[in-house]
């Protein structure tokens, strides 16, 4: 099995991208959706978020984490964010691996990883056989938060700025899917993209040592009866 790691910038299309993937039948890992599980009420992240950030980052109504306020918390703070990145980023890793997991030992070919933070951080990205990013403009990226998020004019520009430049993520990146046109052009590219995968030598040594492993005993067995 082989990995591919999917990334964007904010707003240029990464989850309508990996949405597509994940309806086409396609396995992808969604490294926001874990993110959201392993703070969930009583989780162990839950209560060392309430220990350490205080009781105002709960919400009254539910009892659950206020994400976006933790959001704009630590978008404020790099010492906030290191250390809320150093309890929800153990979780998330074990979680992760074990969804590949599962997909290794279902015979997968291939999983997608969807990963907000993919060429930011250097965790994921070595495991990566390929890296697919999504890109628009930034005036496109711009306008499409403020629509989904509601954000100001400012308040998209930062959140656009506090990432890396999608220039330097276009050089780190294998494959760019570009969205800055309309969503039928981005789906068929997408589907391009998938059809002209190779898959990698690691994927047919595995196979081949799969074979290997199951027709070799297989033959003896036979012949033993
Ligand atoms: P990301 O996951 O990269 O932050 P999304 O996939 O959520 O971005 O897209 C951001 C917003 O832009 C969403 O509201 C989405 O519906 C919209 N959007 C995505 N692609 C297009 C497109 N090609 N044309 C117009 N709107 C788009």
Redesign the pocket.
């Known amino acids: 099995m082989f990995l591919i790691g999917l990334s964007?910038?904010?707003?240029?299309?990464?989850?309508?991208?990996?949405?597509f993937l994940r309806n086409s039948g396609i396995p992808v890992i969604d490294a926001d959706q874990i993110a959201r599980e392993v703070v969930k009420q009583n989780s162990k992240c839950y209560f060392l978020i309430r220990k350490h950030f205080g009781p105002e980052v709960i919400n009254d109504a539910d009892g659950e984490i206020n994400r976006p306020y933790l959001a704009q918390i630590i978008f404020n703070d790099p010492e906030k964010r290191k250390l809320l990145n150093s309890i929800t980023h153990p979780e998330v890793q074990k979680r992760t691996f074990l969804q590949i997991l599962y997909y290794f030992i279902t015979f997968s070919p291939f999983v997608v990883l969807d990963i907000?933070l993919l060429f930011e951080s250097s965790i994921y990205k070595p495991y990566m056989s390929y890296t697919i990013l999504?890109t628009?403009t930034p005036e496109?990226?711009k306008e499409?938060?403020k629509?989904?998020n509601g954000y100001t004019d400012e308040e998209a520009s930062s959140r656009i700025s506090a990432q890396m430049p999608i220039e330097e993520k276009r050089q780190l990146a294998d494959i760019i899917i570009d969205?800055?046109?309309?969503?039928e052009?981005?789906i068929e590219k997408t589907k391009a993209v998938f059809r002209d995968l190779r898959f990698p030598l690691t994927f047919w040594i595995f196979r081949f040592l799969l074979i290997g492993l199951t027709l070799i005993p297989t033959v003896i067995l036979l012949k033993l009866l």
């Open positions: 964007g910038g904010i707003g240029s299309g990464k989850s309508t991208v990996s949405n907000p999504v628009c496109q990226q499409r938060i629509k989904r969205n800055s046109g309309d969503l052009a981005t």
